[in-house]
């Protein structure tokens, strides 16, 4: 749903949209004050749940949020909002890719993790590795040696492996540092191009909407 406008001008002519769970319907909203002065949304025609004549701004948001809550718990949409869609406005905006996150070189294990990221990638269609294949790989050996050490790490070979297993904690921690820096320069390049920020919303908005007419299940969420 739009936000509130800033100024009275535009709530004469603003209109707001709602669509949420399994709602056929795009429920309109005009603008209207209470005898307080406070503002108001009056929904134009009613729809289940929505059957007062006006609503709060935080009535509605106790409706929409979780319902938008439920919608992106999925591992697949988390990581197109968290890095897919991000880059995608980032280029919108600036016509350039954000930086930040790329393969890198890790200290330890990195030719298993290079091949492995290779592997997987390959075997899921997509050909090239990229840094996310190396992550997760680091992270999936991590586990291991993890399990390996424990309660021996004092004696050989767990105490060189132990050594190993610090030295790759520290590469993923700077991996993902490198990946939160490069979402939020994203995020801040966006953000400063102020002739072009309301597009990126309203590409958000349409992106978001999409989603709005299917009910919020993983299952309809994984395809």
Same mark, same amino acid.
């Given at each position: 749903m739009a936000t509130?406008?800033?100024?009275?001008?535009?709530?004469?002519s603003d209109r707001q949209l709602l669509k949420i769970?399994?709602?056929?319907?795009?429920l309109e909203f005009d603008f209207t004050s209470g005898s307080d002065g406070t503002d108001l949304l009056r929904p134009l025609k009613t729809a289940p749940g929505f059957e007062k004549e006006s609503y709060r701004a935080n009535d509605l948001r106790r409706e929409i949020e979780p319902w938008l809550t439920a919608l992106f718990q999925s591992e697949? $949409?988390?990581? &197109? *909002?968290?890095?897919?869609?991000?880059?995608?406005?980032?280029?919108?905006v600036t016509g350039?890719?954000?930086?930040?996150?790329?393969?890198?070189?890790y200290a330890t294990f990195n030719t298993q993790i290079k091949a492995e990221a290779i592997r997987s990638a390959k075997e899921m269609g997509r050909g090239e590795a990229n840094p996310e294949d190396q992550l997760r790989t680091a992270l999936r050996i991590v586990d291991? $040696?993890?399990? &390996? *050490?424990?309660?021996?790490s004092e004696s050989e070979p767990w105490k060189s492996i132990a050594k190993d297993l610090a030295t790759l904690e520290n590469d993923i921690s700077t991996a993902i540092e490198a990946l939160i820096s490069g979402i939020?320069?994203?995020?801040?390049?966006?953000?400063?191009?102020?002739?072009?920020?309301?597009?990126a919303l309203v590409m958000l908005v349409s992106f978001?909407?999409?989603?709005?007419?299917?009910?919020?299940t993983s299952v309809v969420l994984h395809y």
């Open positions: 509130f406008p800033s100024t009275p001008e535009t709530k004469k769970r399994e709602m056929r319907d795009i697949h $949409l988390s990581l &197109l *909002v968290g890095a897919g869609l991000t880059t995608a406005v980032h280029y919108h350039k890719l954000p930086g930040g996150f790329s393969c890198r070189d291991g $040696l993890r399990i &390996l *050490v424990k309660g021996s939020l320069g994203a995020e801040r390049g966006v953000i400063s191009q102020e002739e072009r920020r309301e597009e978001l909407m999409s989603f709005a007419s299917r009910t919020g």
